[in-house]
């Protein structure tokens, strides 16, 4: 800054000056925690960016990512295809593109016979009987696409937007766009139990990527005694709140050394996270004040110890949506059946029968109780509930009864604030192998996600190596076609 003589003026920045008047920074941050115990709708400092754009309704706060790993074969959910049982054991007369292993046979058909629920008549496979009785509050996508076929990149590309690591998650990107509504929880959650991995791609699949450390998920151990690593104090809550303050004028005098890099400022601000954490993690894990008709709606009872851990991560998924986290994301656990492992649980090359009879036996009865639950509560109309793999299965058989990977047309489903209900979006051809109506892509996928929290994906941007990088890159569209 100069004066009018161009004579350099000295400056002092805001945090400069806060740090020298410390006796009016002392009233001023009593002040502002005062401010935060009464405010019913307070914001995580996370909330960096604010990119709401007026015109752009907000129809949902918080968004639930059901993830199914490994890919769930459409023709045997959401995508009937009588063809497949009129020409089972014949050739496919169409090209088949490359797979993923190349071994690839005859037409199969499903399983599965497909039953029509609901009002809207949606069909759904015998392998979702519960999702199926929620089938007026599903918009179904049968032209799903990915440009991925190898479950890594695929995972990636589902996530970030990206096919490799070092890219923001959605889930990271929503919390640096909105943050959360409570400073005692993350604003980004992933939930595993009974032992479940990590998808293929690893926790890098929840990361921050380049944005800011504060906004990458953190893990909850839905069914484990110690919930998150160090969760459980060692000391008195005032000694620890002593060293936390003492290590925090430290790592301030040390911030302001590097001019305030956004990365350790993260960081600082993750340690305060993690003290408020200790109090409300273990409150949020403990379901002894859920009723016995709450936890036996989801399957938490459940003598399948998977099921009734899957049952787990949607009850607290609720739970987390209710105190105010933006973005849950739940894990499957994997049965060892049919061709599937650990990674990626519904990835059934060998005998796909049995190993989705098992997968969807897991996941059904808890993801139907979620939607009834939130809908009970008043809480669907302000979530948006997501179930989706990272890419769909052939109707030809890989061998003798198992399917291979196929990204080129594939089911997902959407429920919550702003979702046509009973709606089917998109179409396959006569086998469910290729989109022929109305495709839509994962940019397609998250922008949609984005406008329906008020936010416009073009404006969701981070400068990052020279430019502006978002969630969508260069594509992107809202589908009209499944909102209100």
């Known amino acids: 800054m100069y004066n009018r003589n161009m004579k350099p003026v000295p400056t002092i920045s805001r945090r400069d000056m806060l740090n020298q008047c410390s006796t009016g920074f002392g009233l001023m941050a009593l002040a502002a925690l005062t401010a935060e115990e009464v405010s019913a709708n307070r914001t995580h400092p996370s909330t960096t ?17 059901c993830f199914m790993s490994g890919g769930v074969s459409q023709v045997d959910s959401f995508d009937p295809k009588p063809r497949l049982d009129k020409e089972a054991g014949k050739p496919l007369p169409l090209q088949i593109e490359r797979t993923q292993f190349n071994d690839n046979g ?53 996530h970030t937007g990206f096919s490799f690591m070092g890219h923001p998650s959605a889930g990271a990107w929503i919390n640096y766009g909105l943050g959360s509504e409570t400073r005692n929880l993350p604003g980004f959650v992933v939930l595993r139990s009974g032992g479940s991995g990590f998808p293929h791609g690893g926790r890098a699949l929840f990361g921050s990527g380049f944005l800011p450390a504060v906004h990458q998920a953190s893990v909850i151990d ?75 709606m989801y399957g938490v009872d459940a003598s399948d110890a998977r099921k009734s851990a899957y049952a787990r991560q ?32 519904w990835d059934q090359h060998e005998d796909l029968a049995k190993g989705h009879e098992k997968m969807a036996y897991q996941v059904d009865q808890p993801i139907a109780a979620l939607i009834k639950d939130l809908k009970q ?108």
């Open 377 to 484: 509560r008043g809480l669907l109309d302000e979530t948006l509930v997501i179930w989706a793999g990272e890419f769909g299965r052939t109707p030809f058989a890989q061998g003798a009864k198992g399917r291979d990977h196929d990204p080129y047309g594939f089911s997902i489903w959407l429920a919550g604030g702003g979702i046509r209900g009973g709606t089917v979006y998109g179409a396959t051809d006569d086998f469910g192998y290729h989109v022929t109506e109305d495709a839509m892509t994962v940019y397609d996928l998250w922008a949609t996600v984005l406008h329906l929290l008020g936010i416009h994906h073009k404006d969701l941007t981070y400068r990052h190596g020279g430019r502006d990088i978002r969630l969508t890159d260069v594509h992107g569209r809202v589908v009209d076609g499944i909102l209100m």
């Open 49 to 65: 960016f604010g990119p709401r754009v007026a015109g752009i309704p907000l129809r949902v706060r918080n968004v639930i990512f």
């Open 222 to 296: 839905a069914d484990s005694d110690q919930p998150m690593s160090n969760i459980n104090p060692i000391v008195a809550k005032h000694i620890q709140r002593h060293r936390l303050d003492f290590i925090r004028r430290l790592d301030d005098n040390f911030l302001a050394g590097t001019h305030y890099n956004k990365q350790l400022e993260s960081a600082i601000q993750n340690y305060e996270l993690a003290f408020q954490m200790q109090a409300a993690v273990p409150e949020l894990v403990d379901l002894r004040h859920e009723t016995e008709a709450t936890k036996r």
């Open 106 to 158: 005859t037409i199969m058909p499903s399983p599965w016979k497909f039953r029509n629920y609901g009002q809207s008549g949606i069909p759904v496979s015998d392998l979702f009987p519960h999702v199926g009785r929620c089938a007026d509050d599903l918009a179904v996508i049968r032209s799903m696409t990915a440009d991925f076929s190898e479950h890594a990149q695929a995972n990636y590309f589902m």
């Open 314 to 345: 949607c009850l607290l998924a609720r739970r987390l949506v209710e105190r105010g986290v933006r973005f849950v994301e739940l894990t499957c656990l994997q049965y060892g059946v049919g061709g599937g492992n650990k990674p990626n649980p």
